[in-house]
């Protein structure tokens, strides 16, 4: 991940209100936080994450607003200031000034039972805020647009235009100035796009149906009972360097040994499964340029400017901030040697990696991976900037995996031409032709290392049958491969579960079975199944289904409960098992063995225990 905001990156933005807004933020265009204001997008561009920015009145003779990074004593003064306080005496109890905290050990109640004084005021009376207000909302209105400082004068002049401000608790009294901070100050805080971060605003702000109301918990469990880690560094085919009137035979042999660190995934959450895996094993955010010591430094914020003229000298720590180079330096540019171009690969060479990949099966023509925009990854852009997941997300469809001999893409032979024939071709012409022969060798390395096998795990998160599809893909797995299927809903999930219970494991190694006597165990595998076996009952052990919910609380004296504005839906579930390949032929223990007397018995008795011999 980028430690700053890289132009046209995608970026979260808070607000005081509790909204969160995803925008790209694209050289020279202006951000529009509605009442909030607006500022130039360039004002970001190059700034560190995780900071809250102010935005400052528009200065006389400019048209834009700028922004000021908010330190943390200014951010947290109110909570400094009350720590101070809480180390200093406790006021006495019965003073003359109304009192609008209780002391330690003082319950919150409206007198004391003893003494007869007043502990705290009522949160309960009510006040007439239209009368207790003096400020008119033409002159708030007057305020918004006359104001200074960011809005905090207009909060300033509220809280003291209240008559009846002595009259609230003190929680009340926190509440009413947290409600006018969030509706005047001009702040907001921007934040890196993450999976759960996306996946929190999609759930709350769009339409959670789309990522199947999968929380950011569900996307963790999923993926630590997926075991989805980093899988090593990658590793690549050689180029055949095939000639064009070569055909098939020119393609490299998929080496089964070299296949590692790979997960199968199903993925109906328009890519948001995909993209949390892909942020656990560190293939989702593009790597950092290394830029030389000092390279895009700049001062104070504050005295940024965000038009788009040449850049000239710094002057009083001001910095232009363009995209434009220094013409003192276009003499250095021009000196440099220019690098020699890579050679352009073969047709049939291999651009995905053998290790450290992520293998989506879709049932569309074209796999459904539209979230995975928010990190700048298209998966059907023809000629995509470079990107690490270009080399590690491999797509085929459920005909390609189970048919390939009915797909045109894997069955149609590669074109072949010779040099003569080809150099008498159009450039289109040419280009499509060169084109159809790399997407022929993409398409059956795909085809032919997923139903190779071997992979390492399992994650679903899908609307078809778990049943289904776990009847196709559980003899692609290795021995020991995680399973980890997510489900908005629990019964597909408790009918899986029934699918490898003990009860069916035991009706199978009976022999009550006709169906499967005289196949191997690879046959058995690979089983159609049938009406009361669907899928062979051995093939997973340790299966479980379960849930998490990460609920917020208000915790308060005497109020102490969930908080009632958290959005509903499903809770989501999760079955997980492992992978078991079964043994051919009889089980059974060899050693040698001693007796050994049980308690108050001796050898001969019947209730003596043979153990092995040490």
């Known amino acids: 991940m980028h430690s700053t905001i890289q132009p046209k990156s995608w970026v979260v933005i808070k607000l005081p209100s509790g909204v969160t807004r995803v925008i790209q933020l694209a050289p020279n265009t202006t951000v529009s936080l509605g009442k909030y204001g607006s500022f130039p997008a360039n004002l970001l561009i190059g700034r560190p994450f995780n900071v809250t920015y102010e935005i400052e009145d528009k200065r006389p003779g400019e048209e834009y607003s700028r922004l000021r990074i908010v330190p943390t004593s200014e951010l947290y003064a109110e909570t400094f200031a009350e720590e101070e306080a809480a180390e200093c005496a406790a006021p006495t109890v019965g003073a003359a000034e109304p009192i609008l905290s209780a002391a330690d050990g003082v319950e919150f109640s409206l007198c004391d039972a003893e003494s007869g004084d007043i502990v705290t005021r009522s949160g309960r009376e009510v006040l007439d805020e239209s009368a207790r207000q003096t400020l008119t909302q033409d002159e708030i209105e007057e305020l918004k647009r006359d104001g200074k400082n960011a809005g905090k004068d207009v909060i300033a002049k509220l809280l003291l235009s209240h008559t009846a401000l002595d009259q609230k608790t003190s929680f009340s009294l926190a509440k009413y100035k947290l409600l006018k901070t969030k509706k005047y100050i001009r702040r907001f805080q921007i934040l890196p796009v ?6 929190h605003w999609q759930l709350e702000e769009r339409e959670g149906g789309k990522i199947l109301d999968m929380r950011a918990e569900m996307m963790a469990l999923v993926g630590c009972w997926g075991n989805v880690h980093f899988g090593g560094d990658a590793v690549f085919l050689e180029d055949p360097n095939a000639a064009t009137d070569q055909g098939e035979e020119a393609l490299v042999p998929l080496p089964k040994e070299q296949l590692s660190g790979r997960w199968l995934v199903v993925d109906d959450t328009g890519g948001m499964l995909v993209a949390a895996m892909a942020e656990r094993i560190g293939i989702l955010y593009p790597q950092e340029e290394e830029t030389e010591p000092g390279a895009g430094e700049a001062s104070d914020i504050k005295e940024t400017q965000p038009t788009a003229e040449p850049a000239k000298t710094q002057k009083d720590g001001d910095i232009e901030m363009t995209d434009t180079k220094d013409p003192s330096h276009a003499t250095q540019d021009e000196a440099k040697p220019k690098p020699k171009p890579k050679p352009r690969p073969s047709d049939f060479a291999i651009p995905y990696s053998l290790t450290n990949t992520i293998t989506v099966v879709h049932g569309a023509s074209q796999p459904n991976l539209a979230f995975l925009n928010y990190w700048n990854f298209d998966a059907v852009a023809p000629n995509h900037p470079p990107h690490p997941l270009l080399n590690h997300l491999l797509t085929l469809t459920w005909l390609q995996l189970l048919k390939p001999e009915l797909d045109t893409a894997y069955s149609t032979p590669a074109l072949t031409a010779a040099p003569e024939t080809l150099a008498s071709f159009k450039p289109s012409r040419r280009g499509n032709f060169h084109r159809k022969r790399r997407r022929f060798a993409r398409t059956r390395f795909i085809v032919d290392s997923t139903r190779a096998g071997g992979f390492n795990g ?6 078809m049958d778990p049943v289904s ?32 219970s003990v009860t069916r494991r035991t009706a199978w190694t009976s022999g009550n079975v006709p169906e499967t006597e005289g196949k191997s165990a690879e046959e058995l595998e690979r089983w159609e199944g049938t009406e009361d076996f669907p899928v062979n009952p051995m093939l997973l052990l340790g299966t479980s289904i379960q849930t998490s919910r990460a609920r917020r609380w208000q915790v308060l004296p005497g109020r102490t409960h969930p908080l009632m504005t958290e ?8 079955f997980t098992a492992w992978k078991a390949k079964p043994a051919e032929g009889k089980i059974a223990a060899k050693g040698r063995f001693k007796r050994r007397k049980t308690d108050g018995g001796s050898t001969d008795d019947a209730e003596s225990v043979a153990t092995p011999a040490s």
Do not use: N
């Open 567 to 574: 959005k509903g839906g499903t809770d989501g579930f999760i």
């Open 469 to 500: 599809i776990l009847k196709h893909t559980l003899p692609l797995l290795e021995g020991g491969a995680p399973v980890a299927i997510y489900s908005p809903t629990l019964e597909p999930l408790a009918t899986v579960a029934d699918l490898f």
């Open 458 to 463: 399992l994650v679903c998160a899908s609307t």
């Open 194 to 199: 993450d999976a759960p971060t996306l996946s």
